[in-house]
């Protein structure tokens, strides 16, 4: 959502539509008591293709309640963590998340489990319009051909998830045609339905506007004061301003761990980042990259 408002273009066909903090109160309605012992335990974890390590012995606790970003250079093995959380890419070691190992575990197991990742593209199904897509994460419990049917409701938390997300003007479009930013915001809303506990984000700003990313922020902060949360990030901007706490990879492992304030001033962190021609053009406050 950050093109221009060209004439045809979908910003200029769909509008802007705004998150809604006042209806995520809606999604996030539960009592917190279900989520207090929630938290991700890594130890350990390594991957490998073909010789090469990818993710070398990491180690990792997040705990409900801190929006934890996860940066490093190109490489530094940051979306294969998530992939491994996931069961997308096989790796060794341990990772636990409410007391339930997910390691050999096929994805839709670990989802089950409570687990939700949004990708760098979006992966939503471009020819069910927005409300569809809600119900399908929502589990419904009704086949295909009954979803595609006109319907008279709409369950209250698809309704809720909606509103959350700004999308509720464009529950009958096909998601296919929603711009790139209106496509991350759905994502995050079918996670929502999804009651996932363990939300893991690669970049879920990259090419929003400055605007869409101050109130994605703020939704990301709302969330995570409940559910626990992973943000792979490289707008290190948008990590000064929302981040809890911050973990630092390097070459597969992790290099530093703290808060914003802390991670900035270690010195590997600054030799990491300032230690070649390419990092110290990415220094400057107005740098995306991390």
Not at 36 to 46: F, K, P, S, V
Not at 255 to 261: D, P, R
Request: charged letters at 20%.
């Amino acid at each position: 959502m950050n093109a221009e408002k060209t004439p045809g273009s979908p910003a200029a066909i769909l509008g802007e539509g705004q998150l809604d903090p006042d209806a995520l109160e809606t999604v996030l309605a539960a009592p917190e008591s279900r989520f207090r012992h929630d938290y991700l335990e890594i130890r350990d974890l390594r991957v490998s293709f073909d010789g090469f390590v990818a993710v070398d012995g990491v180690d990792l606790t997040v705990t409900q309640g801190d929006l934890r970003f996860l940066i490093g250079p190109n490489g530094a093995g940051k979306t294969t963590i998530v992939d491994a959380i996931t069961g997308l890419a096989a790796a060794t070691g341990s990772v636990r998340f409410g007391g339930v190992d997910l390691l050999g575990k096929p994805s839709h197991r670990i989802a089950r489990a409570g687990v939700g990742r949004t990708f760098q593209t979006a992966s939503v199904f471009d020819e069910l319009t927005v409300l569809q897509n809600l119900d399908i994460a929502a589990g419904a419990g009704r086949g295909m051909r009954t979803l595609l049917r006109r319907r008279s409701g709409v369950p209250d938390d698809v309704a809720a998830a909606m509103e959350t997300v700004g999308l509720t003007h464009l529950a009958a479009t096909p998601a296919g045609i929603l711009a790139h930013g209106q496509k991350q915001w759905l994502e995050i809303g079918m996670l929502l339905v999804q009651d996932a506990h363990l939300l893991l984000l690669d970049e879920p700003v990259a090419g929003m506007s400055q605007a869409e990313r101050e109130e994605t922020g703020q939704l990301l902060q709302r969330i995570g004061e409940q559910r626990t949360v992973v943000v792979v990030e490289h707008d290190m901007e948008f990590l000064r301003s929302f981040a809890s706490s911050v973990t630092v990879l390097h070459q597969g492992r992790v290099l530093s761990e703290g808060t914003v304030a802390e991670v900035q001033a270690d010195p590997r962190v600054v030799e990491v980042y300032l230690g070649s021609g390419s990092a110290r053009a990415g220094s400057s406050g107005s740098s995306k990259e991390a």
